[in-house]
């Protein structure tokens, strides 16, 4: 499952809520194996966020547990690489 409509407004959301540069500092291949033990929340996760309208998301994410926004982060930092691929490889 993808995260839906603009991943920069979805971004901007996670930095106003102070999870982005944290999460620069950290293990990325913790955080991916955390994300992988939870797949059924991480889908939830990504549900919520695509269903919330984009000027409630900094509201969803900071009554959301720091694992999960920063699993969101992550799910962004992924989806923004696989776009960026996309546009070199065409």
């Known amino acids: 499952m993808y ?6 407004k979805v971004f901007d959301a ?16 913790q955080l991916q194996k955390e994300k992988a ?5 991480q889908s939830s996760l990504i549900s919520q966020v695509n269903e919330t309208a984009e000027g409630d998301l ?5 009554q ?3 694992a999960y926004a920063y699993s ?3 799910e962004v930092a992924y989806e923004f690489a696989q776009f ?3 546009k070199v490889l065409h």
């Open 64 to 66: 959301m547990p720091d």
């Open 84 to 86: 960026a691929e996309e």
């Open 58 to 62: 900094v509201s969803l994410i900071r």
């Open 72 to 74: 969101i982060a992550l």
């Open 37 to 41: 033990k939870n797949s059924l929340v």
């Open 3 to 8: 995260l839906q409509g603009s991943l920069q």
């Open 14 to 29: 996670l930095y106003e809520a102070g999870f982005i540069e944290p999460m620069l500092k950290m293990d990325w291949d």
